[in-house]
C-alpha cells in the first residue's frame, strides 16, 4: 500500500530536549516535505526537499532542521524544542502535482 | 506560491442543501489544488486545475479556476454528513513543488 508514515504520532516533551519526527514513504518520490498545521493559520511549509541530499527552507524554517540522506526518509529534528513549537506536523511526498500527506503528528512542548 | 485568501473561514449547512467556497489572489496563479482535511485527518488531495476558465467535476463536486487565474471555487451539491471537514487551496509557482495553502474553510453539516 502506498502511503506516508510518521513516527511518534503524539509526543509531549519539555523545552530544550531534542527531538526527532521520522517520516517515510514507500512511492519512491523525489520531493518531500514538512508542514505545521495551527488553528487559524492553516498549513506552512517548514522545509522541503527535492532529492537525496537537497533541501531548503520554506516559508517556517526558524527552530528545525532536515536531512535527507535517503531517498524514503525525510526526519524532521528540533534541536532545542520550545513552547511555540507546539503544532500538528505533517509530512508529505509528491507525486507530480498531488501531494501525499503522512497521518501527523501532534507535539506539545511544555 | 502565492498567498490566497479563503473564504468563509467557517460554513454550516442543512444536509441537502449546496456548499461553495471559494480562493482568491491578487495576483495570477500557476496553478490551483484543493485539499479536504476530514476531522482528525490529513489533507487529502481533491484535484489540481491548471487552466484559465477550467471547470471539472468529481461526482457532487465542481471545481473552476477564474478566466484571469485569480479565483478558483469548489462548490458541493446536495451535501452530505461525509462532506464534513476543512477545505483548503493551495498553490505553487511555476516549475516548483513548493506549496502555499490557504487557511481553509470549515464546513459542518447538520443532519
Known amino acids: 500500500e502506498a502511503q506516508v508514515t510518521q513516527n511518534p504520532r503524539y509526543l509531549i516533551t519539555v523545552t530544550g530536549k531534542k527531538l526527532t519526527v521520522t517520516c517515510s514513504q514507500n512511492?519512491?518520490?523525489?520531493?518531500m516535505s514538512w508542514y505545521r498545521q495551527d488553528p487559524g493559520l492553516g498549513l506552512r511549509q517548514i522545509y522541503y526537499s527535492m532529492n537525496v541530499e537537497v533541501t531548503d527552507k520554506g516559508d517556517v524554517p526558524e527552530g528545525y532542521k532536515v536531512s535527507r540522506k535517503e531517498k524514503r526518509n525525510f526526519p524532521l529534528i528540533l534541536e532545542s524544542p520550545s513552547p511555540n513549537q507546539t503544532s500538528l506536523y505533517f509530512c508529505?511526498?509528491?507525486?507530480?502535482?498531488?501531494?501525499?500527506f503522512g497521518p501527523g503528528t501532534r507535539l506539545t512542548v511544555t | 506560491g502565492q498567498q490566497v485568501m479563503q473564504i468563509p473561514q467557517y460554513q454550516h449547512v442543512q444536509e441537502g442543501e449546496d456548499f461553495t467556497t471559494y480562493c482568491n489572489s491578487s495576483t495570477t496563479l500557476s496553478n490551483i489544488q484543493w485539499y479536504k482535511q476530514r476531522p482528525g485527518g490529513h489533507p487529502v488531495f481533491l484535484i489540481q486545475l491548471v487552466k484559465s476558465g477550467e471547470v471539472k467535476k468529481q461526482k457532487r463536486l465542481t471545481f473552476q479556476f477564474g478566466e484571469a487565474k485569480k479565483n478558483s471555487s469548489l462548490h458541493i451539491t446536495a451535501t452530505q454528513t461525509t462532506d464534513v471537514g476543512t477545505y483548503f487551496c493551495a498553490n505553487s509557482g511555476a516549475g516548483s513543488y513548493q506549496l502555499t495553502f490557504g487557511k481553509g474553510t470549515k464546513l459542518s453539516v447538520i443532519p
Open positions: 512511492m519512491n518520490h523525489e520531493y
Open positions: 508529505a511526498s509528491t507525486r507530480g502535482s498531488e501531494q501525499y
